[in-house]
């Protein structure tokens, strides 16, 4: 079962409008693995600075 955070994440890209690819490319990492993210499957790594941009886009505004 996804986290609230994870669920946080589908949430907001919905609301946004977009797809997991369309997402995915703005993070630079990949469709599959932005998927697997949003599923709570696979945990970003420190090395790679995924989970960072994850939780700064979550935590961005939202545009108007």
Known sequence: HARPRTRALK???LSLGL???ELAQQL?????TYGNIERGEFAPGD???TAEKLLAWLD???PD
């Open 47 to 49: 090395r790679t600075g």
């Open 60 to 62: 961005s505004p939202e």
């Open 28 to 32: 630079g990492i990949s469709r599959q």
């Open 11 to 13: 949430n907001k890209r």
């Open 19 to 21: 797809l997991q690819g």
